[in-house]
């Protein structure tokens, strides 16, 4: 058995409890499991997180050895810790108000087309986010320098255009999952999310500039973080 194949059952095992606390949050807020969008949106992203998995399973299994670690690690930035905790409690909770916008209260409503939309912003996103997956092997989901996979500064495919094309392409996802299931509540938190997600992109740079060799003179050539043009 490969090095990706046997990544596989745990794989499964932590997708088996992600998938049902979504649930819970969406589901538990809209007080019914009669919501055809949320269960759009599960299986959405339940196909294309399985997709993107196993296919990483096949042309890089030392990163997605990487990407199923802990979220807490020993050599991890600390504040980055505290960091992501905050993240998931933000995230759970943004879920639970989008079912209770959208559904319990439907004070919100938004057209098929736009949740159509949103959908495929979501698609958008993965293939993206596949795309640095492909081009980074160190695109992992903690903020550390991997010292022991000799990690270098990655600077073609989306790189050559941006710093931060994981953040970039993630963004679209917090654009897309509110438009699916139909909450314009939810879309108007989006802009306090980028601004978080900014904030840990700055703490990532500042440790990437002194811990990273070559880092320094990459971001003067490649000036922009998320978009050309705008920052």
Known sequence: MGAGAKLI?????????????IALFLFGG????????????MTLFAALSIAVS?????????????????????DQEVWDRYFLGGVMVVYFGWLALMAVDARRMAWSHVPLWAQVAG?????????????VFRTNSFAAPVIKI????????????PYAFVRHPMYAFG??????????????????????IIGALSFRTLGEERMLRTELAGYEDYARRVRWRYAPGIW
């Open 119 to 131: 959908a495929l912003l979501i698609v958008a996103s993965y293939a993206g986010i596949a795309w």
């Open 171 to 192: 963004i679209w996802q917090f654009v897309g999952g509110p438009l699916m299931l139909g909450s314009w509540w939810g879309l108007a938190l989006t802009p306090l």
């Open 9 to 21: 059952p745990k794989l499964l095992v932590q997708l088996a409890v992600l998938l049902p606390v």
């Open 30 to 41: 809209a007080g019914t499991w009669r919501w055809p969008s949320a269960w759009a949106y």
């Open 146 to 157: 991997q010292a022991e996979r000799h990690q270098s500064v990655v600077s073609n495919g």
């Open 54 to 74: 196993l296919w990483l399973a096949v042309i890089d299994p030392a990163l997605l050895a990487e990407r199923m670690k802990s979220p807490v690690q020993p």
